[in-house]
């Protein structure tokens, strides 16, 4: 099960926690726009079987962002490798790559 659930407390008590989410990966690239940007990042996650199940892209004054969550729970490579091939594609386009897990993310809500 993903998502809120209730932890153990006290009956009149109602504690949510977040269920960790194994297979979840945020991509977030960053930079200025050109050509090709979306192709090179995706066609990494394609060809490691990694699926995209939500993407935001805008370009603002010629800066491209783009955020996906990205399913890895099929992909060939862990986290770490993903991260580090990304980053080098990152490299070649001229953007900012991150990859973190999503539990970084919802973990950072409950601060």
Known sequence: ???????PAAPD????????S???VVVSVLGADR????????????????NIVDIAQTV?????????VVDISKAD????????ELEEVGRKLGVMVAVHHID?????QRI
Request: charged share 15%; net charge positive.
């Open 77 to 84: 490579v862990d986290i770490a490798g993903l991260r580090a």
């Open 35 to 50: 050509v090709g940007i979306v192709a090179g990042i995706t066609s990494v996650l394609a060809r490691h079987n990694a």
């Open 22 to 24: 194994v297979d979840l």
């Open 1 to 7: 099960m993903r998502g809120l659930a209730a932890a």
């Open 13 to 20: 008590i109602y504690i949510p926690y977040i269920v960790p």
């Open 60 to 68: 603002v004054r010629d800066i491209f962002s783009m955020v996906m």
């Open 104 to 108: 970084v993310f919802r973990y950072m």
